[in-house]
């Protein structure tokens, strides 16, 4: 297991990994290190055998203040090629976020400004505080959402990205929930109770089921029907059946028992 500075990465026994963004002390802001760091927590993570889903959490105060200012100012100093070398990496990370096998399940609470809301947007799932606080905060320094952008346009859409991005307003979670960013939000002293029951609902699913559903959805998109898409949704179906968990599934099913995935 790799030992992190700015975050940590932990592991249940019920196959659940926990990612936290770990530098209160700077509200969870992230720099070229916590950067480089959840690269390799995302290469760890797809690689462990074993695990059902990932959540995504920030410890202290603040889920995430978005980028480090002090490394934004170091990074004004670079020129072009060594900035566009960190937006790559940046990238990366987001790339990588959303294109995990696993489910993920982000859980905010507190401020996510800037990236933030990319990470946020790159998870399948985001549960939150009624109080928390959201914000595309990047015009207001004089720079852009660029390499967030299009997870942010797929989480809430085009216009109301262009607005938030344009006016760099701040948001509630209640409005994050009727935007689409949250699928529900919580008084913050019920979040905790709350995700247990997030946790134990996807407990009973079956990890590979979870893992092609997404893939499913990654493909499917925005439901275009083609002859590609029709043909891999064909596939994908007779594959699951007859793979050893749908075989299982459909055997506790028809016997009226829980499958070997659940908790007893």
Not at 24 to 47: G, H, K, S, T
Request: aromatic content about 6%; hydrophobic content about 45%.
């Amino acid at each position: 297991m790799t030992s992190f500075k700015t975050i940590e990465l932990e592991y249940s026994d019920n196959g659940v990994a926990t990612l936290w963004l770990n530098r209160p002390e700077r509200n969870n802001a992230f720099n070229a290190e916590m950067i480089r760091e959840l690269l390799a927590a995302m290469d760890e993570v797809q690689a462990a055998k074993g695990l059902r889903f990932l959540l995504l959490r920030g410890r202290g105060k603040h889920f995430s203040a978005g980028a480090d200012l002090a490394w934004m100012q170091e990074c004004a100093k670079l020129d072009y090629q060594a900035n566009l070398s960190d937006a790559r990496e940046l990238g990366q990370l987001m790339a990588s976020l959303a294109q995990l096998s696993l489910p993920t399940l982000a859980v905010v609470h507190g401020a996510a400004f800037g990236g933030a809301l990319g990470l946020i947007s790159c998870c399948d799932i985001a549960i939150g505080t009624n109080d928390s606080l959201y914000s595309l905060s990047e015009v207001r320094i004089g720079l852009l959402p660029a390499v967030i952008s299009p997870y942010v346009v797929q989480a809430i859409g085009q216009r109301a990205a262009r607005r938030y991005a344009l006016t760099a307003e701040r948001f509630s979670g209640e409005r994050a929930r009727e935007l689409g960013l949250l699928v529900e939000c919580y008084p913050a002293e019920k979040l905790d109770v709350a995700l247990q029951e997030w946790v134990d609902n996807l407990l009973l699913n079956s990890p590979q089921a979870m893992n092609a559903t997404k893939a499913l959805m990654q493909t499917v998109k925005h439901g275009e029907l083609t002859g590609e898409v029709r043909s891999y949704t064909e596939a994908a179906i007779a594959g699951i059946r007859v793979s050893a968990e749908g075989q299982e599934g459909l055997s506790a099913f028809l016997e009226k028992r829980k499958p070997a995935w659940q908790p007893d």
